[in-house]
């Protein structure tokens, strides 16, 4: 059987709440047997050292007035007892002899009852692994009831540090800490854990111990807890917070999809434009927490090869999280938001980039894409059309960006709004239609040179450096892009024919192939 330690009994037999007040270099002292103040003298009998004293406050008082807390804790030092559990107020003139002493002097909650707490002290010393059974059937139901309460992730975190005295982190599926309960050296090892998998594991000098969410391939994220030292019962705390964590995670997730559902079906209705009643609409968005009467801008998030339903929830806990209550709507392979701004010249960019950082680890692959601003909800459809323009042409425009804005995208907003037009494919067919099947059937270069040539304004010297190639190479390659073009690259208007037609050809090309 093992030795119990002080630490041990207030883990494992006393109840939740209890707390050290004084006496803490004494935790680890070994507690053989637990005894309560008795209301008649003796106040104590058969004290051989080593016992947990329970003293109610209260009886000690009606047993003789003139016995202070204090006296007691100096009286009991010298048995040796192993520590004081005491119900009722504790004087500082208590804490201080209990410091001088080296006793452990704890507080139990004023609803604790002594018979209860001596009845649980005696199980853990008699039969350790079925006290540690019990205590974690309590620590569940205990869970679930707080749950049950509503008392979110925060809560049930708070209640496993209440039960374990160990430092608590929930991580999310990519494991960027998402909440954390936990102070002095166990915090900042939790806050720069990032766990992968579950298990043991140390972090800056602290043991830590990583449980997973969820069952079989479903990944919730990880239950992490910290501490100088993580036994048995930190595991099995772990493993019952885990199991009432998963269910408190999916509780709120299925909360979020009929949340997300319901405002997913006012956006649609908002773009539909199928009700004429704009005030009806700005109360029903009201009811939704939504302030409708303040311009709004489409944000697009393209997700990649994430599960859709995930990312939405992601967006939607990010979205909450920076405080911002934007309408939501899950589409086919996007998810859509409005962000809402504040005063004017408030800016939607920084509010996308602020989401990005704080999704990037979890979505990857995530890209967003702005409209501009819609001052009335009329004009929502248009910041749409203008973020789906600029999350198509920015993947192949601006691949290297992860957040597109429509207003960055320069000429190409105007050829954008031409793409359908004959006259942009007449002028494309008569300006580099020549050149580009010649490219094509050659596997040439000619229109990669003459993009860099633009780029580098006409120097010759630099538009060379670009390309890795020498300038007689160069020359040689403008020379048969003026022969095949039929365009004369030192004629003004003919380069700027020929500038809007490299336009042209990526803003067709990443729609369709232009028509013959």
Same mark, same amino acid.
């Given at each position: 059987?093992?030795?119990?330690?002080?630490?041990?009994?207030?883990?494992?037999?006393?109840?939740?709440?209890?707390?050290?007040?004084?006496?803490?270099?004494?935790?680890?002292?070994?507690?053989?047997?637990?005894?309560?103040?008795?209301?008649?003298?003796?106040?104590?009998?058969?004290?051989?050292?080593?016992?947990?004293?329970?003293?109610?406050?209260?009886?000690?008082?009606?047993?003789?007035?003139?016995?202070?807390?204090?006296?007691?804790?100096?009286?009991?030092?010298?048995?040796?007892?192993?520590?004081?559990?005491?119900?009722?107020?504790?004087?500082?003139?208590?804490?201080?002899?209990?410091?001088?002493?080296?006793?452990?002097?704890?507080?139990?909650?004023?609803?604790?009852?002594?018979?209860?707490?001596?009845?649980?002290? $005696?199980?853990?010393?008699?039969?350790?692994?079925? $006290?540690?059974?019990?205590?974690?059937?309590?620590?569940?139901?205990?869970?679930?009831?707080?749950?049950?309460?509503?008392?979110?992730?925060?809560?049930?975190?708070?209640?496993?540090?209440?039960?374990?005295?160990?430092?608590?982190?929930?991580?999310?599926?990519?494991?960027?800490?998402?909440?954390?309960?936990?102070?002095?050296?166990?915090?900042?090892?939790?806050?720069?854990?990032?766990?992968?998998?579950?298990?043991?594991?140390?972090?800056?000098?602290?043991?830590?111990?990583?449980?997973?969410?969820?069952?079989?391939?479903?990944?919730?994220?990880?239950?992490?807890?910290?501490?100088?030292?993580?036994?048995?019962?930190?595991?099995?705390?772990?493993?019952?917070?885990?199991?009432?964590?998963?269910?408190?995670?999916?509780?709120? $997730?299925?909360?979020?999809?009929?949340?997300?559902?319901?405002?997913?079906?006012?956006? $649609?209705?908002?773009?539909?434009?199928?009700?004429?009643?704009?005030?009806?609409?700005?109360?029903?968005?009201?009811?939704?927490?939504?302030?409708?009467?303040?311009?709004?801008?489409?944000?697009?998030?393209?997700?990649?090869?994430?599960?859709?339903?995930?990312?939405?929830?992601?967006?939607?806990?990010?979205?909450?999280?920076?405080?911002?209550?934007?309408?939501?709507?899950?589409?086919?392979?996007?998810?859509?938001?409005?962000?809402?701004?504040?005063?004017?010249?408030?800016?939607?960019?920084?509010?996308?980039?602020?989401?990005?950082?704080?999704?990037?680890?979890?979505?990857?692959?995530?890209?967003?894409?702005?409209?501009?601003?819609?001052?009335?909800?009329?004009?929502?459809?248009?910041?749409?059309?203008?973020?789906?323009?600029?999350?198509?042409?920015?993947?192949?425009?601006?691949?290297?960006?992860?957040?597109?804005?429509?207003?960055?995208?320069?000429?190409?907003?105007?050829?954008?709004?031409?793409?359908?037009?004959?006259?942009?494919?007449?002028?494309?067919?008569?300006?580099?239609?020549?050149?580009?099947?010649?490219?094509?059937?050659?596997?040439?270069?000619?229109?990669?040179?003459?993009?860099?040539?633009?780029?580098?304004?006409?120097?010759?010297?630099?538009?060379?450096?670009?390309?890795?190639?020498?300038?007689?190479?160069?020359?040689?390659?403008?020379?048969?892009?003026?022969?095949?073009?039929?365009?004369?690259?030192?004629?003004?208007?003919?380069?700027?024919?020929?500038?809007?037609?490299?336009?042209?050809?990526?803003?067709?090309?990443?729609?369709?192939?232009?028509?013959?």
């Amino acid at each position: 059987m093992p030795l119990i330690s002080v630490r041990d009994v207030l883990r494992l037999a006393l109840p939740p709440g209890t707390t050290v007040v004084a006496g803490s270099s004494g935790m680890a002292r070994t507690v053989v047997w637990v005894t309560a103040l008795r209301a008649t003298a003796p106040a104590f009998t058969n004290l051989h050292g080593g016992e947990l004293a329970l003293v109610p406050v209260a009886v000690a008082q009606a047993l003789d007035q003139r016995l202070t807390l204090a006296s007691l804790v100096e009286r009991l030092a010298h048995v040796p007892i192993a520590a004081l559990a005491v119900i009722g107020a504790v004087s500082d003139e208590a804490r201080a002899t209990a410091n001088a002493t080296g006793t452990p002097l704890l507080h139990l909650p004023d609803n604790a009852n002594p018979h209860d707490v001596e009845r649980e002290v $005696q199980r853990l010393i008699s039969d350790y692994e079925a $006290q540690i059974d019990r205590r974690g059937a309590q620590l569940a139901q205990q869970l679930t009831q707080r749950s049950l309460a509503g008392a979110s992730v925060q809560g049930l975190l708070e209640t496993l540090a209440e039960h374990t005295g160990q430092a608590i982190g929930y991580y999310s599926p990519a494991g960027e800490l998402r909440a954390i309960k936990a102070r002095g050296p166990a915090h900042v090892a939790l806050q720069t854990l990032r766990p992968t998998v579950g298990g043991a594991t140390t972090q800056l000098g602290q043991a830590i111990w990583v449980q997973p969410l969820g069952a079989g391939g479903e990944r919730l994220g990880f239950l992490a807890l910290g501490g100088a030292t993580l036994d048995d019962w930190d595991q099995l705390a772990a493993r019952q917070g885990a199991a009432a964590l998963a269910l408190e995670l999916a509780k709120e $997730q299925a909360i979020q999809a009929t949340e997300e559902r319901l405002r997913g079906d006012f956006v $649609q209705v908002l773009l539909d434009g199928t009700t004429a009643d704009s005030e009806a609409l700005l109360r029903r968005g009201q009811e939704l927490g939504f302030e409708l009467r303040r311009p709004h801008v489409a944000l697009l998030c393209g997700i990649g090869e994430t599960d859709l339903a995930r990312a939405a929830s992601l967006i939607s806990a990010a979205l909450n999280a920076l405080g911002i209550a934007a309408p939501m709507l899950r589409r086919a392979e996007d998810v859509l938001c409005y962000l809402p701004l504040g005063m004017p010249g408030s800016q939607a960019r920084m509010i996308a980039e602020q989401l990005h950082t704080r999704l990037a680890a979890d979505l990857p692959d995530l890209t967003m894409a702005l409209g501009r601003p819609a001052a009335t909800l009329a004009a929502w459809p248009n910041s749409l059309r203008e973020a789906e323009q600029a999350l198509l042409l920015g993947r192949d425009l601006l691949a290297s960006a992860r957040i597109l804005d429509f207003g960055d995208l320069g000429v190409y907003r105007l050829l954008v709004v031409l793409r359908e037009s004959p006259e942009l494919h007449a002028f494309y067919h008569a300006t580099l239609t020549t050149l580009a099947e010649y490219d094509r059937r050659q596997a040439g270069e000619l229109l990669k040179t003459l993009e860099a040539f633009f780029a580098n304004l006409g120097n010759l010297a630099r538009t060379a450096a670009a390309l890795h190639i020498h300038r007689n190479t160069l020359l040689y390659r403008l020379g048969r892009i003026a022969e095949i073009s039929g365009l004369n690259l030192d004629d003004p208007e003919e380069r700027l024919a020929l500038w809007l037609a490299l336009k042209a050809h990526r803003v067709l090309h990443a729609q369709a192939e232009p028509p013959a």
